[in-house]
C-alpha cells in the first residue's frame, strides 16, 4: 500500500515543528516536528482493515512492504527484500530479505512475519481486507512458502505483471498478531483505542499519542534499518504529527500561522499564498497534473431490470446515451478551458484519456483531443435525428421528446458541484436541457452500484500509475463499469476489445509490450468516450522553507524520502 | 392640626407628544383623625390626584404643580417626597390580591414593611399586635400563605396592616371595598374607623359609592372632571347639598320606597377639550349663559361650605 | 395599521422590507440582467465604477461606465482595467435579457441597464461573471418566501396545541406535552436527507426545497407549543378567564377570545423571529449542498461562495449577500417589536 | 416529587423507543449504506464489500436488525461504529465530553451576560443603554452564526493572539496543569462566543420583555407605594417574577446542550458530538448515530423534566394549589 500513501500526501497539509533545540549524536540534522493537516481522524490503525486515506497516511508511516516505488523510475526497488529472483517465466518468485531489520519493539524481522502476513491475514477469509483484491491473479491467491529464516518462495497460478508493485504491501508482526488470529479477534485488535506502543511495525516512525479529534503523532523509531551515507541512523525528525483539521480555510489559516508545515492548495488559493512566500517564509511548487481522473458518463445499462420487466431508464434516453456521436458531441460541447480557468481558478489540464501524464510510463501522449467545437457537436446532434421542433431553444428527438436529462454528483465535493453547473450552462447552448441535483454520496452510489436508476453523473477515480489496477473499471465484468456494470458478455465489440487488452495486459512480462496494450486501450476510450474526461488539476502544494533534502516529485509528492528530511534552521 | 394641606394642585398627562391637563387648581387639606371622603364619577381625576401627592405617576409621561404643599404645617420638598411613602402617606387599594407580591408570602412582606416603619429588629410580638388591629386571628395560616391563597377581605386586612407596620400618618384608601362582597365591606368600613380612633389617623376614602362615604367620612369633596365642585361636611351634602352635579348624583342612590332612579343625560367631558365656562354646564340642569362663558370659582357660601357655581339659590 | 407607521422602529422595517419584497416580485424588471446569464471571461469582476467625467474631463449629466479588460498578473490574480476607449451610458427601460414579469408576461424591459457589449456590474460580479445585484435580487424571490408557509403551519398547530394544554392542565397538558417532546425528538436531519432523495430531480431544485420545508414544519411546532402552554399557565389564574369561565363560555371560545391574544406579545415576537431563522437556516443548508442548487439564486448559497477566506481578501464584494441577509433579519426583528408594542393589550398608558 | 420523576421517566421509555425506531427507519430509508463508500475505490472488490456487510448484518431487513440492536442497547452494548469499528460508547465518550464542555461553557457566558444586560435595559428603558442595547440585539439575531465562526476566525488570525479552532495546542501533554486550562480556555474562546453571542441577543429581549411587563403590574405601585426603596422592588421583587419564565427557558436550553452547533463545531475545527454526528450521518454509520441519539433524546426529556420542575418550584401559584 505504500504508493497509496506517497499519494496521499498529496492531498494533506500539515503543521509546524517544535521550537526545541534537539541535538543527538553530534549531528545537528536531527530532531523538530513535522506537522501535517489531514481532513479528519483516522479510522483505525490496522494497515490490513484501513480503508481511507486518513488512515493509510499514517499506517504508512508505521509499516512497510518488501518492495517500494521508485519515484523516479516508477518501478518498485528493493526495501524490507534486499533482492529477488524470477524463475518459472515468472510463475516463481523468492526474496531474499534483509537480515538487519527490526520491529519497533526490538523483535528481529523474519520470513516468517512475511508468511504469516499473507497466510494468515491477507488469505484470511474472515479479515475482510482490501489488500487481497490486489494480491491475488484471476481469484487465484500466491502460494507464499518459508525456504529459510530471510528467504521467502512466492509461487502464482499465471503471470501477473503488476506483481513487483504488489508486494509494496505492508508485513506484519507474527509475534503479536499471531494468538489474535488465533482468538478470532483481529477484526478489532490495533483499533483508535488500543495504547500506542501496542502498533509494532518496521517503518521509520512508530505511534506515540492519539486526542481524539485533535491530534496523531508518531515518533522516531530508534529500531528502524535505514541508514544514510554516513552510517547514521534514520529518520531525522523527531517526529510527525497529523493535526485533525476538517475545515480547508481554518487548515489555510494555520499554515499561514506557521502552525502546519504543509498545504496542498486549490486554483483559488495561490493568488493569496503566492505574494506571502517570503514574508511567510516558504516555498510554493507546482508539480505537474495531478493522478486520478474526473469525467461524466452516462448511463449504457440496456439489461432487464427483474423487477419491472423494462430496461432502468427511459428506452429512448438509454438509446441516445448508448449511440457514440451523443457522446461526442457532448464532449465538444464541453467548454474545458472555463472549467479550469472558473473551477480550478487556471490551474488544470483538460484530460481526454483514462491515465494522468504524472503517471509516467504507460500514459500515451497522441490519443485524440475532443477542443471546444459547438458547431460540429450541433452535426452530430442532427446527425442522430434532433432538432428543434418548437423552437423552444431545446432539441426534441424523433418521437418530439424535449432531449434532456437528469444530472447528479455528490453534494460533500463543491468541485463536481461547479462542474456540473457549467456542464448544464454548456450544453443549454446546444440544445440539451440539463436537470441537475447533487446527491448524498451512498444515495449516489446505490444508484450506480445496484438500483442503476440514474441517467447521467459527473464522478471522479483515483489513478495510479499501475493501468491493471483499474481492471475494476474496464472489464465490461468489473464491479465500476459503471455505465453497464457486471455485464456476462461485453455488450459492445470495443468493450469486448478492452477486456482482451486487459487480459494480456496483466499476463505479459516486458514494459514495452505491455505499453503497447495499454495505449490502444486508452485510443479506444478516448474514441468510444464510455466516460467523457473533463479537467484534472494541476497539484499545487506549499511547503515551510525549513527542510533539508527536500525533492518534492509528481508521483512521490513532497515527503515520499521522509526518513531523509530534516530541519535546518531549529532556532527560530 | 392640619395633617396635610394642598393648594392649587395641577396634574397633566403626554399624550403623545403635548400635554393635557387632568386636574386643574385642587386645594385639599385633611385634619388629624379625620376621614375626608372624595366622591365623583371614575375618570374624574380622584385617584390621580390622592397619587400625585405621594409622587406616584409614571415620571416619563406625567407632570405635577402646586402652589403650596404642606405636612403636618411643614412644607414639602419634592426630593423628600419617596422618603415620605409608607412614613407619612400610605396607601391602599381597589384590587387587594394583585397589589401584594404573588411570589412572597405575607410573613415576607410584613416583615420588609415593619423595617421601612421602624429601625429596630422586627419580633413577632409586632407582627401579632399588627394582625389584632387589623382583625386577622388565623395568625399562622396568613403569615405563611401566598397571596393568591387568601380571600379578598382577609387580603385588604393585610393591605391595612402593611399601611399601619409602616406607621404612616395619612391614609389613601382608594375604592378600598369595591371589589368586595357586601357583608365585607361593612367590616372594612368599620375597621377603618377603629385605626382613626386608636391612631389618630387621617384618611382619604376614594368611592363613587355616595351611601358609603357618608357612613364614613367627616367631611366630602364632590370631584367632576378634574376639579372640586363643593365639599362640606358629609352631614351638609347628605341633607342640603347645593351644587347640580351632587344633587343628581343623590338621586342616583337607590332608596327603599323610590323604585324610578334618575340618570344624568350626557357625559363627563373629554380631558382633551375642556370647556371655557362651568365643565358642568352641558349636563345641568340650571344652567344659564355666564356658566358658559365663565368658570365659577370655588367660594364659601357657608360656614366650611364650599360651592363652585353661580346660581345663589337653588 | 397607521400606529406603525408613527411607531419609529416599525416604519424603518416596514421600509426595508416593502422594497426587498418589492425587489422580490418585480426581480425580472428591476434587475439589470436574468440570473442566469453569464460572461466567464469577466470571473469576479469587481463593481463598475460610475462616472460622470469623461477622460477629457467633461461633465456628462447621464453617468456612464466603461468596457472591462480582463489579465492575469504574476500570482494568477485577475486584474480588471477600465477600457476606456468608448463609454457606456447608463439608460433607464433599456431593452435586456428576457424574463417573465410576475412569471407571467414575457418581457424584456428592465428598470436600468447599459448596452450588450458592456455589463454594468453594480454589486460586482460572481465566479461565472453573472451580476450580483440581479442575482441578489432574484435571490429574494426564494429566501423572503421560504418562512411564510412554514411559519403559518407551524404557528397554527402551535398556538392550538400549547393553548389548550396550557388551558385544561393536568391529564390533557401531559399528553400535549409528551406529544410535544416526542415530535421534538423527531430528528429533522435524517428526515431532511431522506426527503431529499425521494423528491424526482424533474421538478426542480426550489420545489423540492419548499416541499421539504413545508413537511419539515409539520414536526417545527413543539418549541413554541411549549412556550405558550407556559404562557397561558400563568394567565389562566387571572380574574378575567376566571369571570369568562363564570359566565358559561365555551372553553374553545375563552382560549380563542381570551388566552391567546393575550399571549400575543409573545406570538407576535416569536412569528417574527422565526421568519429569519428559516432563511439564516437556508443558508446554513446550503453551505452543507443541501438548500437552493445553482443556478437559482438564494441568498443562501450565495453566501456560502462568501465562505472562504480567498474570496473574502480578494473580491469582498462577494460578502454583500450576507447584507441583504442581515438587513432582511433586522427588519422583521423592528417589525416584530412595533408589532408587539402597538397589539399589546397590557402596553397601554393609565 | 420523586413518585413525579419517576413518572415521567416510565412515560419518557415508551417514547424514546418509538423515536429510536422512526430514527432507524429514517437512516435507513435512505438508499445505501456505509460501505457504499468503497464501492468506488478501483482497488476493492465486490466481495470484500460483501464481507463487511455480513460482519455487521446489513443485509438483514431493517426490523430484525433494529430489534437486534434493542436487544443489545438493553444491556448497554450500543454497538460498533463502522467507521471506526471500536464500540460506540468509546467514540462518544470523549466527543460527547467536549461539546458539553462547549455548550456549557456558552451556556454560563450568556446567562451571564444576558440577564444584566436585559436588566439594564428594562430599568433604563427608552434611554441610551437600552437603545444600544436593543441595536446590539438586532445586529448579534441577524448574523448567520456559522458566517460569524468564519469572521471571528479570520479577525484571530489577523490579530494572532487568539489559537486558530481545534481544543488544544500539538504541546499539549507536555504542559503543567495550570497551562493547560490556559490552554483550554484560550481554544474555548471563539467557539463560546460564537454559540453565545446569538443566545445573549435573544435572551436579553426576552428578559427586558418580562422585567418591563412586570414593572407595569399592580403590586410594584403598590409596593412603591409603601415606601419600599425603588431599588428593592426592581431587584427584589420585579426581578424575582420576571425570572419565571426564563427559568423554564433554561430548562429547555439544557435539553439542547447535545445538539450543540455541528456547523460551528465544524469551521472552529471543535471535536465535538455536532461534527461526528454530521459526518457519521451522511455516511449512515448506523450505531453511532442510534448512539448520539439516545443521549441526546435522554438529555431532552431530563432538560424538559427538569424546567418543568424548576416551573412548579419557581412559580408559587403553580406550586401551591
Known amino acids: 500500500m505504500k504508493f497509496l500513501v506517497l499519494l496521499l500526501i498529496l492531498f494533506t497539509s500539515c503543521a509546524n515543528g517544535e521550537k526545541s533545540l534537539e541535538v543527538e549524536r553530534g549531528n545537528t540534522r536531527y530532531g523538530g516536528y513535522l506537522a501535517f493537516a489531514s481532513v479528519s481522524d483516522p479510522k483505525s490503525f490496522n494497515p490490513v482493515l484501513a480503508k481511507e486515506t486518513s488512515t493509510t497516511s499514517i499506517t504508512g508511516l508505521i509499516f512497510e512492504g518488501l518492495t517500494r516505488v521508485n519515484v523516479y523510475t516508477k518501478e518498485a526497488e528493493p526495501n524490507l527484500a534486499k533482492s529477488w529472483q524470477i524463475k518459472r517465466g515468472g510463475k516463481e518468485w523468492v526474496f531474499y530479505l534483509r537480515e538487519d531489520v527490526k520491529w519497533n519493539d526490538g523483535v528481529p524481522f523474519s520470513a516468517d512475519d512475511v508468511v504469516f502476513t499473507f497466510n494468515s491475514l491477507i488469505y484470511n477469509s474472515k479479515i475482510p481486507s482490501s489488500a487481497s483484491d490486489v494480491l491475488k491473479v484471476d481469484g487465484e491467491p500466491f502460494k507464499v512458502e518459508k525456504i529459510d529464516d530471510y528467504s521467502v518462495r512466492f509461487t502464482l497460478s499465471s503471470n501477473y505483471a503488476p506483481f513487483l508493485m504488489a508486494m509494496g504491501t505492508d508485513i506484519l508482526p507474527k509475534h503479536i498478531l499471531a494468538d489474535v488470529v488465533k482468538a478470532d479477534k483481529f477484526n478489532s485488535f490495533w483499533t483508535l483505542d488500543s495504547t500506542p506502543s501496542g502498533i509494532v511495525g518496521t517503518g521509520p516512525f512508530k505511534l506515540s499519542r492519539y486526542i481524539p479529534g485533535q491530534l496523531v503523532e508518531l515518533v522516531r523509531n530508534e529500531h528502524y534499518w535505514k541508514k544514510d551515507k554516513d552510517g547514521n541512523s534514520l529518520p531525522y525528525l523527531k517526529g510527525v504529527r497529523f493535526l485533525v483539521v476538517p475545515n480547508s480555510d481554518t487548515a489555510l489559516l494555520k499554515f499561514l500561522d506557521s502552525e502546519i508545515d504543509y498545504y496542498s492548495l486549490r486554483g483559488e488559493d495561490y493568488a493569496i499564498l503566492k505574494p506571502e512566500e517570503k514574508s511567510k517564509g516558504f516555498k510554493i511548487y507546482e508539480v505537474g497534473p495531478a493522478f486520478g481522473s474526473s469525467f461524466i458518463t452516462f448511463n449504457q445499462n440496456n439489461s432487464i431490470n427483474p423487477k419491472t420487466q423494462e430496461t432502468y431508464i427511459d428506452k429512448r434516453k438509454l438509446e441516445w446515451f448508448r449511440d457514440r456521436r451523443f457522446r461526442e458531441a457532448v464532449s465538444y460541447a464541453l467548454d474545458r478551458s472555463s472549467i479550469i480557468d472558473i473551477v480550478l481558478n487556471g490551474f488544470g489540464y483538460p484530460q481526454s484519456g483514462p491515465l494522468s501524464p504524472s503517471s509516467g510510463y504507460f500514459y500515451n501522449s497522441n490519443i485524440e483531443e475532443h477542443g471546444y467545437d459547438l458547431d460540429r457537436a450541433k452535426e452530430l446532434l442532427s446527425d442522430i435525428g434532433f432538432s428543434d421542433i418548437d423552437s423552444d431553444g431545446i432539441l426534441e428527438d424523433k418521437s418530439g421528446e424535449d432531449v434532456s436529462f437528469n444530472l447528479f454528483t455528490n453534494a460533500e465535493n463543491n468541485v463536481r458541484v461547479k462542474i456540473a453547473e457549467l456542464i448544464k450552462e454548456d450544453l443549454i447552448n446546444v440544445g440539451i436541457k440539463v436537470n441537475f441535483l447533487p446527491l448524498e454520496f451512498n444515495n449516489l452510489v446505490t444508484k450506480l452500484s445496484s438500483s442503476y436508476d440514474w441517467e447521467a453523473i459527473i464522478l471522479g477515480f483515483t489513478g495510479g500509475i499501475e493501468p491493471h489496477f483499474s481492471s475494476n473499471i474496464w472489464l465490461s465484468s468489473g464491479h465500476l463499469h459503471i455505465w453497464y456494470p457486471k455485464q456476462e458478455r461485453p455488450a459492445t465489440s470495443w468493450e469486448a476489445e478492452i477486456d482482451k487488452l486487459f487480459k494480456d495486459g496483466v499476463q505479459a512480462l516486458g514494459r514495452k509490450k505491455r505499453k503497447s496494450i495499454y495505449d490502444s486501450w486508452q485510443e479506444i476510450a478516448s474514441r468510444e468516450l464510455p466516460l467523457i474526461y473533463t479537467a484534472i488539476p494541476e497539484s499545487i502544494f506549499a511547503v515551510r522553507d525549513k527542510f533539508g533534502n527536500l525533492d518534492p516529485n509528481p508521483y512521490g509528492g513532497v515527503f515520499h524520502n521522509i526518513e531523509e528530511i530534516y530541519i535546518i534552521n531549529k532556532e527560530e | ?314 | 395599521m397607521k400606529e406603525l407607521f408613527r411607531h419609529r422602529r416599525g416604519l424603518i422595517a416596514v421600509i426595508i422590507l416593502f422594497f426587498l419584497y418589492l425587489g422580490a416580485i418585480f426581480a425580472g424588471f428591476i434587475s439589470p440582467y436574468h440570473y442566469r446569464s453569464e460572461k466567464r471571461i469577466l470571473s469576479y469582476a469587481p463593481p463598475s465604477k460610475i462616472n460622470f467625467f469623461d477622460s477629457k474631463g467633461d461633465f456628462h449629466f447621464r453617468p456612464f461606465i466603461y468596457k472591462y479588460k480582463m489579465s492575469l498578473d504574476q500570482n494568477r490574480r485577475r486584474v480588471y482595467e477600465e477600457d476606456k476607449s468608448r463609454a457606456y451610458p447608463i439608460e433607464l427601460f433599456i431593452r435586456g435579457d428576457n424574463y417573465k414579469l410576475l412569471g407571467l408576461f414575457p418581457a424584456d424591459i428592465h428598470l436600468f441597464g447599459v448596452a450588450a457589449e458592456a455589463k454594468l456590474y453594480l454589486f460586482g460580479a460572481d465566479s461565472r461573471g453573472r451580476d450580483l445585484l440581479s442575482r441578489i435580487i432574484y435571490g429574494g424571490r426564494v429566501s423572503l418566501s421560504i418562512g411564510l408557509i412554514a411559519v403559518v403551519i407551524t404557528f397554527f398547530i402551535g398556538l392550538i396545541v400549547g393553548g389548550t394544554a396550557g388551558y385544561f392542565g393536568g391529564k390533557i397538558d401531559n399528553i400535549l406535552m409528551r406529544l410535544c417532546e416526542m415530535v421534538m425528538l423527531v430528528p429533522g436531519f435524517y428526515l431532511l436527507l431522506a426527503l431529499r432523495s425521494s423528491f424526482p430531480p424533474e421538478i426542480g431544485t426550489v420545489k423540492i426545497y419548499f416541499l421539504i420545508i413545508t413537511i419539515l414544519s409539520f414536526i417545527g411546532w413543539a418549541s413554541l407549543a411549549r412556550v405558550i402552554r407556559g404562557i397561558v399557565l400563568g394567565l389562566r389564574e387571572k380574574e378575567y378567564i376566571l369571570a369568562a369561565r363564570s359566565v358559561g363560555l365555551s372553553s374553545f371560545k375563552i382560549i380563542t377570545k381570551h388566552i391567546l391574544p393575550n399571549t400575543s406579545s409573545y406570538t407576535i415576537i416569536a412569528l417574527t423571529l422565526s421568519i429569519p431563522s428559516y432563511i439564516l437556516g437556508e443558508s446554513a443548508l446550503s453551505l452543507l449542498g443541501l438548500g437552493i442548487q445553482d443556478p437559482v439564486p438564494s441568498w443562501g448559497n450565495l453566501l456560502k461562495d462568501a465562505m472562504a477566506i480567498v474570496q473574502i481578501k480578494l473580491h469582498p464584494w462577494i460578502l454583500i449577500p450576507g447584507l441583504f441577509i442581515f438587513l432582511a433579519v433586522v427588519a422583521f426583528n423592528m417589525l416584530g417589536d412595533a408589532l408587539r408594542d402597538i397589539y399589546d393589550p397590557k402596553r397601554k398608558i393609565i | 416529587m420523586l413518585i413525579y420523576i419517576l413518572k415521567r421517566f416510565l412515560i419518557a421509555l415508551p417514547l424514546i423507543l418509538v423515536i429510536s425506531l422512526v430514527a432507524f427507519l429514517f437512516i435507513n430509508l435512505t438508499p445505501g449504506n456505509f460501505f457504499n463508500q468503497m464501492r468506488l475505490n478501483p482497488q476493492i472488490s465486490e466481495e470484500t464489500i460483501e464481507k463487511y456487510i455480513e460482519l455487521y448484518q446489513l443485509d438483514k431487513p431493517v426490523l430484525m436488525q433494529y430489534f437486534a440492536w434493542l436487544k443489545r442497547i438493553i444491556h448497554l452494548d450500543f454497538g460498533y461504529s463502522f467507521a471506526y469499528n471500536i464500540p460506540v460508547a468509546k467514540v462518544l465518550g470523549t466527543r460527547v465530553l467536549n461539546t458539553l464542555l462547549l455548550t456549557l461553557s456558552s451556556l454560563f457566558f450568556t446567562w451571564l451576560v444576558a440577564l444584566p444586560l436585559g436588566i439594564v435595559a428594562a430599568v433604563k428603558v427608552d434611554r441610551a443603554w437600552d437603545r444600544l442595547i436593543s441595536f446590539l440585539s438586532y445586529v448579534l439575531l441577524s448574523i448567520p452564526t456559522f458566517f460569524m465562526a468564519f469572521l471571528l476566525l479570520y479577525f484571530a488570525y489577523l490579530a494572532g493572539i487568539l489559537p486558530l479552532g481545534g481544543m488544544v495546542s500539538a504541546n499539549f501533554t507536555e504542559l503543567s496543569l495550570f497551562f493547560k486550562i490556559l490552554d483550554l480556555f484560550k481554544h474555548l474562546i471563539i467557539p463560546t462566543l460564537v454559540i453565545s453571542l446569538g443566545a445573549i441577543a435573544s435572551l436579553v429581549r426576552i428578559m427586558r420583555g418580562n422585567l418591563l411587563e412586570v414593572l407595569r403590574s399592580n403590586y410594584i405601585l403598590a409596593l412603591r407605594a409603601r415606601g419600599i426603596s425603588e431599588k428593592r422592588v426592581t431587584y427584589v421583587h420585579a426581578l424575582r417574577s420576571a425570572i419565571n419564565p426564563l427559568i423554564t427557558i433554561f430548562g429547555y436550553q439544557i435539553s439542547g446542550l447535545l445538539s450543540g452547533a455541528a456547523l460551528t463545531e465544524i469551521i472552529c475545527n471543535w471535536p465535538g458530538l455536532g461534527s461526528l454526528m454530521l459526518s457519521a450521518v451522511r455516511s449512515q454509520d448506523i450505531y453511532l448515530v442510534m448512539g448520539s441519539m439516545l443521549v441526546s433524546s435522554v438529555m431532552l426529556i431530563g432538560g424538559n423534566l427538569i424546567a418543568d420542575i424548576l416551573l412548579g418550584f419557581a412559580d408559587p401559584r403553580i406550586r401551591v394549589k
Open chain 2, 1 to 314: 392640626m392640619k395633617s396635610l394641606e394642598i393648594k392649587g394642585l395641577n396634574i397633566d398627562f403626554k399624550k403623545r407628544n403635548s400635554f393635557i391637563s387632568v386636574v386643574q387648581g385642587l386645594d385639599l387639606d385633611i385634619l388629624e383623625s379625620e376621614i375626608v371622603g372624595i366622591a365623583g364619577e371614575s375618570g374624574s381625576g380622584k385617584t390621580v390626584s390622592t397619587l400625585a401627592l405621594a409622587d406616584l405617576l409614571p415620571e416619563g409621561n406625567s407632570r405635577i404643580s402646586y402652589k403650596s404643599y404642606k405636612i403636618k404645617s411643614n412644607n414639602v420638598d419634592r426630593k423628600q417626597i419617596p422618603y415620605f411613602r409608607g412614613r407619612l402617606i400610605s396607601y391602599i387599594f381597589q384590587d387587594p390580591i394583585p397589589s401584594l407580591d404573588p411570589m412572597f408570602t405575607i410573613r415576607y412582606q410584613l416583615k420588609e414593611i415593619l423595617k421601612v416603619g421602624s429601625r429596630k429588629e422586627v419580633d413577632d410580638k409586632m407582627i401579632d399586635k399588627l394582625l389584632l388591629d387589623v382583625g386577622l386571628k388565623d395568625r399562622e395560616r396568613v403569615l405563611s400563605s401566598y397571596p393568591h391563597q387568601l380571600s379578598g377581605g382577609m387580603a385588604q386586612r393585610v393591605a391595612i396592616a402593611f399601611a399601619l407596620g409602616s406607621n404612616s400618618k395619612i391614609l389613601v384608601a382608594d375604592e378600598p371595598t369595591t371589589a368586595l362582597d357586601a357583608h365585607i365591606k361593612k367590616g372594612i368600613l368599620d375597621l377603618l374607623k377603629k385605626i382613626r380612633d386608636q391612631r389618630g389617623l387621617s384618611i382619604f376614602f376614594i368611592s363613587h359609592d355616595l351611601e358609603q362615604t357618608f357612613y364614613i367620612a367627616d367631611r366630602v369633596y364632590i370631584f367632576y372632571a378634574g376639579s372640586v365642585v363643593e365639599y362640606a361636611k358629609s352631614s351638609v351634602i347628605k341633607e342640603k347639598p347645593l351644587h347640580p352635579y351632587t344633587r343628581a348624583l343623590l338621586d342616583c342612590i337607590p332608596k327603599r320606597g323610590v323604585d324610578e332612579l334618575k340618570q344624568i343625560r350626557g357625559k363627563s367631558p373629554d380631558f382633551g377639550d375642556l370647556p371655557k365656562g362651568c365643565l358642568f354646564y352641558p349636563r345641568c340642569t340650571f344652567a344659564m349663559d355666564i356658566c358658559q362663558k365663565k368658570r365659577p370659582p370655588l367660594i364659601e357660601v357657608k360656614k366650611g361650605h364650599f360651592l363652585r357655581c353661580f346660581k345663589e339659590k337653588i
